[in-house]
């Protein structure tokens, strides 16, 4: 046969749809977890920058009792679904600083920490360094030298002067508690001596309060991962703004935009109960990767927070399995952030505005990244007497002010627990477990790292307010008497 008469071969088909796309290449490439011994030494020493950082600059601690109250975390990598962080080692690098290898320094004047570890065995010293800014907290600037934004100082609406708490800050002593509750009081505070203090409130005022040698009424104290239930409830101030339609929406995360991405699938409330189903591959140091739960990374790495966590791979169906991970709500964070900017506003002093300063909070600040986004999901601080309005919010459905700034119903979907396998509810825990035996299994919480919480009673109308230093135990058995000798005493 001739050349000419030879058939063309039929076009192969091709291997990718070619339709075009209005919405880029697809998800980013996922971010990797270095989990190499050198990566989580990084992490482990601008951990403990952070920690003293909060201590000192931003909860005002002098440096003998930041010091004392001091307890290293080394950094572990993530695990899989069935695996809970259980970090070992903390003598050994308390050994370390005993000895000299670990050595920490403290610029008053620039409110910075940073802390140098010394092996000759493992090669280079690590160091990492934080500082803190008003308005920002601690921020891990890590190897960095300097932040990627400016922090200008924030403005806040300020409460006003001489109205009685909870719609302002004057507080009138209240009298003396009950003698069961005194007692339970006690009991707790020899137990927890970690604690900063405790305050039970209804919406009409302060019924108790009591702070141990180092915390104070106007002592700003951690909250860790109670910052989730704030996030939470600004995801429900945007609802009821108008800016956001409702949870069940696909979460309108700024890098989660195209629309043949498996992430469009998570919705606002999987990323609020922890079902999201995001996770991380983690490269170890051997060679090995693996598929990890992130928990703790953006407290220790001094990066883009948003960015970190919408770079996530989606691992489990969404919506299919409980996973607490930050990861979530730091695509939430994302989620506001887009939400303001997209209108023109600033984004720090929105943010602030949408809920807190609304409350009054005029002591809360959360942390800050370095790229300048204040992260979502912990490391927020506030005083006892801020942390409790958030409850007396909830106990009042929402309503503050004659103003209804959460929607009608948020509530009840906020602090209800997901449908099955866990007490989890939307950023905030429930008792159906039973962890605390003598309050209702109707009871709910914020709760944070090291057993920060505000606990929400709402059929008794009243707010539990809770701080701790970190790595302290406090005895929840005692705490539990608090509460149900309050419950007793003022329901």
């Not at 004047?109 to 090669?123: E, L, Q």
């Not at 989730?228 to 700024?254: F, M, N, Y």
């Not at 109960?273 to 490269?283: C, H, K």
């Amino acid at each position: 046969m001739s050349e000419q008469h030879r058939e063309a071969p039929a076009p192969l088909e091709p291997y990718f749809d070619r339709t075009p796309q209005l919405f880029g290449d697809g998800p980013l490439d996922p971010l990797v977890y270095d989990a190499s011994p050198r990566a989580l030494r990084q992490r482990t020493v601008n951990f403990a920058a952070k920690r003293l950082v909060d201590m000192r600059y931003v909860s005002g601690l002098d440096r003998a009792t930041a010091e004392r109250n001091f307890r290293w975390r080394p950094a572990i990598a993530p695990g899989g679904l069935g695996f809970r962080a259980a970090p070992d080692g903390q003598a050994e690098l308390a050994a370390a600083q005993r000895r000299g290898d670990i050595i920490i320094e403290m610029d008053d004047a620039d409110r910075r920490v940073t802390v140098r570890w010394n092996d000759a065995g493992f090669g280079k010293p690590v160091a990492g360094a934080a500082v803190a800014r008003a308005g920002y907290g601690g921020i891990v600037l890590g190897p960095n030298a300097s932040l990627q934004f400016d922090p200008q100082p924030v403005v806040r609406r300020q409460p006003e002067p001489g109205r009685a708490w909870p719609l302002g800050d004057a507080v009138e002593t209240p009298p003396a508690p009950p003698a069961d509750v005194v007692r339970a009081l006690d009991t707790f505070f020899a137990r927890s001596t970690g604690a900063y203090g405790i305050l039970i409130a209804t919406p009409e005022g302060i019924l108790c309060e009591r702070y141990s040698e180092f915390g104070f009424a106007d002592r700003p104290t951690p909250s860790w991962s109670m910052t989730k239930a704030i996030t939470c409830s600004v995801i429900g101030r945007l609802i009821q703004e108008g800016w956001l339609a409702s949870v069940h929406d696909p979460a309108p995360a700024p890098l989660w935009r195209d629309p043949r991405s498996i992430h469009r699938l998570i919705t606002l409330d999987q990323l609020l109960r922890m079902r999201s189903g995001l996770a991380f591959p983690v490269s170890h140091g051997d060679g090995r990767v693996t598929l990890g739960f992130e928990n703790s990374a953006v407290y220790q790495d001094a990066g883009d927070a948003f960015v970190a966590a919408q770079r996530s791979i989606v691992a489990t169906v969404p919506g299919a399995v409980f996973r607490y991970i930050n990861s979530g709500l730091n695509v939430l964070g994302a989620v506001v952030r887009d939400q303001i900017e997209r209108r023109g506003l600033p984004y720090h002093e929105t943010l602030y505005g949408l809920l807190v300063d609304r409350l009054g909070m005029a002591s809360y600040q959360h942390s800050a990244d370095t790229a300048g986004n204040l992260i979502a999901s912990g490391a927020g601080f506030a005083t006892l007497r801020d942390y409790a309005k958030l409850g007396v919010l909830y106990l009042q459905n929402g309503m503050w002010d004659d103003d209804q700034l959460l929607p009608q119903g948020w509530a009840d979907y906020a602090l209800t627990a997901t449908h099955t396998g866990t007490s989890y509810a939307a950023c905030f825990r429930t008792n159906t477990d039973r962890l605390f035996p003598d309050l209702p299994p109707d009871v709910a919480w914020a709760s944070g790292a090291s057993d920060q919480r505000i606990f929400i009673l709402r059929r008794h109308r009243l707010t539990v307010a809770v701080s701790n230093e970190t790595d302290y135990p406090m005895d929840l058995a005692a705490l539990n008497r608090v509460i149900a000798s309050a419950i007793a005493a003022w329901a």
